[in-house]
């Protein structure tokens, strides 16, 4: 079980060009890489401009993991090589910038012409590398320029297939400083030190803060932490809700008391709750990782999609569908936590309900259950606020052994996220949305026998994605091979679907995560004897979709995070005669007290910035994909910022596409 959490740590690197061999130091202690990226956006926020590579049109711009280098030191300076440029694009696909958004450094490039005349290997002929900055344009010296005037003076770019008219129009019409050069040009470039950065390495723990606990628990240490917090926090003398005191004591009447007192504010005591938690991981230490069951001709049973703290639509879910019983049983797919503010109350009753009669509530872990979407997305904040850090650990253990999926009949299976991804698990630097620019469906297909077979309690964390690939050099493409079982972990509780087929990159992560297209799910269903599957993990505007002829998605948080517009879902399989049937009920948003989203987290990273990678809300102007200005009315200004965003460029975590909002994901 991979336990290690940290922030990044540089390390030194070499450039070597023709017979020098410059060696490289650690300019700066990067220690987060959220922080360069937040200072360095807002400096020419104010004209409309992004510095990040999501959030520009050309293709050029920063992503995480960047090396560090700084132009304005002339010992990182090195030999130089010129070129006349008589055509655009050069073959640069990628140039980024150094320290405070300042110079312009090639990341990634075409390294040979394919063929006489190919505008697109002016570079590599002219003897240009990687790792090289532009020192002049025209003879105009420009090495210590701001990033974005050096890229709008060259004007070194190609749109891509997936750019739209408007944002082309929108990219041609930017405000700009300088305009481009005209050809021919002749660019020097320049070799310059760099210092990689190592977004996977472990940063040293500072003494006397609290980190999440590293190793699981074993049973003699739930008695202990059950025995501490009954001598530490004893039930108030005042309380005057629902006791528990083991599985036996939950019934019925006890749940409706207990939806009724939590929705008054009521919580459990202390130590009824860390009891209560104990219990359920003791219940799912007995399930697997492939968990399976039966119903029987006319029976049903219910699939609910993520719920994120939305404990006033679960409420009503169960209003109108029935509390979980022997024939009425329930899959809880996943994303219990997180984003909405009541993610204590809804994860309570659903540990309640399944310490009752766990054969009634099935419940999926999703990628809201692990520790790193916690600590970002709310649910650490929430947990020690109406409770303590331990407990959060407690959590965490429960959620370690959640199945990673259900197979229902041995014909339908009920997994957060999606199905295997590729193999090889090809990353390609630049691999764009494009339809076309697919990687096949696999030959072979992963088994039900070896998801059942993964070690289901892994923490995946921030250098777990970009781990899980295959990176492609030069023309080599690597072979298929034995896949891991974190990749599979990270397919089943991050993938989504696409619309063509083959593989595809996710927006979700920078890169390690996957969308597959309907022949992928055909071969799976129909190698492995499945009937359908279902999933969820993507906000829907009727709250379910058939994605494909065999694919569902299901999503049970009606206007997620209060501004998305959506209804919410469930679906309802009956086995009719022996033959399995979907059918979706949809249902609309509950009114709730007047508490906004996210409100924990912003708690967490007041108690632990140590650990936080900030979400924020937008303020100020708005701005597109393409980093212009959004003219928008006063009541549109108001809904656009209230729209939360990650304060780093690792990609959505809800797989929305750049300069999209969780509303217009909905709707797609």
């Not at 990353?427 to 088994?447: E, L, Q």
Request: glycine share 8%; charged share 30%; aromatic share 8%.
């Amino acid at each position: 079980m991979m336990m290690a959490f940290g922030l990044v740590k540089v390390r030194s690197g070499t450039v070597k060009r023709g017979t020098s061999n410059v060696n490289c130091s650690a300019f700066c202690s990067h220690k987060q890489g959220s922080k360069r990226i937040t200072q360095i956006t807002t400096c020419r926020a104010e004209e409309g401009t992004s510095l990040l590579q999501r959030k520009r049109c050309d293709g050029h711009g920063f992503a995480k993991g960047d090396p560090e280098f700084d132009v304005t030191d002339p010992s990182s300076l090195g030999e130089t090589a010129t070129v006349e440029f008589k055509k655009r694009p050069s073959g640069v696909t990628r140039y980024s910038h150094g320290k405070d958004g300042k110079g312009a450094i090639i990341l990634d490039m075409q390294e040979k012409s394919r063929y006489p005349g190919d505008p697109k290997g002016q570079c590599a002929l002219g003897g240009v590398t990687k790792k090289m900055v532009i020192k002049s344009i025209a003879g105009q010296e420009c090495i210590d320029w701001n990033f974005v005037d050096i890229m709008d003076l060259f004007d070194d770019y190609e749109f891509q297939p997936t750019d739209t008219k408007e944002a082309k129009d929108e990219w041609k019409a930017r405000p700009r400083k300088y305009e481009a050069t005209p050809l021919p040009c002749v660019v020097e470039f320049q070799e310059c030190k760099v210092t990689e950065v190592d977004d996977e390495e472990v940063a040293p723990k500072i003494e006397g803060k609290w980190y999440p606990r590293g190793s699981p628990f074993s049973d003699d240490d739930l008695t202990a932490e059950l025995e501490r917090v009954k001598k530490e926090s004893p039930v108030p003398g005042d309380y005057k809700g629902v006791v528990y005191s083991g599985p036996s004591s939950v019934d019925d009447a006890w749940i409706q008391t207990f939806i009724e007192q939590q929705k008054e504010g009521i919580l459990l005591p202390k130590v009824m709750a860390y009891q209560l938690v104990i219990d359920t991981i003791k219940v799912l230490n007995t399930e697997k990782t492939l968990s399976e069951f039966e119903i029987k001709p006319g029976d049903k049973f219910t699939v609910c999609g993520d719920t994120h703290g939305q404990y006033w639509d679960t409420m009503n879910l169960f209003k109108m569908n029935g509390l979980p019983s022997a024939k009425n049983p329930y899959i809880f797919n996943g994303d219990f936590v997180d984003r909405g503010s009541w993610g204590i109350e809804n994860i309570m009753l659903l540990y309640a309900l399944k310490v009752k009669d766990p054969s009634s509530l099935h419940l999926n872990r999703g990628n809201h259950e692990l520790i790193e979407a916690n600590m970002i997305y709310g649910f650490a904040g929430e947990c020690m606020k109406k409770y303590d850090e331990l407990l959060f650990d407690l959590f965490s253990e429960s959620f370690r052994k959640l199945s990673l999926c259900h197979l229902i009949n041995k014909e339908i299976l009920v997994v957060h996220g999606g199905v295997p991804g590729p193999n090889p698990r090809i990353f390609v630097p630049g691999m764009s949305h494009d339809p076309s620019d697919a990687i096949p469906r696999n030959a072979v297909t992963i088994k039900l026998d070896e998801i059942a077979a993964v070690d289901r309690e892994t923490e995946l964390q921030a250098g777990t994605y970009k781990a899980a690939v295959d990176l492609v050099e030069g023309d080599v493409v690597p072979e298929a091979g034995k896949v891991s079982e974190v990749r599979i972990v990270i397919d089943c509780i991050w993938g989504d679907p696409r619309l063509t087929n083959g593989y595809g990159p996710s927006y979700r992560k920078s890169r390690g995560i996957f969308m597959f297209g309907p022949d992928v799910t055909e071969k799976f269903c129909e190698d492995n004897g499945l009937k359908f599957v279902i999933r969820s993990h993507e906000v829907k505007e009727d709250g379910w979709k058939q994605d494909h002829p065999q694919l569902y998605t299901v999503f049970s948080a009606p206007n997620y995070m209060d501004v998305g517009g959506n209804r919410g879902a469930f679906l309802k399989v009956t086995n009719e005669d022996g033959e399995l049937k979907i059918t979706p009920t949809e249902f609309d948003k509950s009114d709730h007290p007047d508490v906004p989203p996210m409100i924990w987290q912003s708690y967490f990273a007041e108690t632990h910035p140590h650990l936080t990678k900030k979400m924020k809300k937008k303020t100020g102007p708005i701005y597109d994909s393409n980093g212009m200005l959004v003219q928008m009315s006063k009541r549109e200004l108001e809904d656009a910022q209230n729209q939360w965003v990650e304060d780093d460029e690792e990609g959505d975590i809800d797989g929305v596409e750049p300069g999209k909002t969780i509303t217009e994901k909905a709707h797609t």
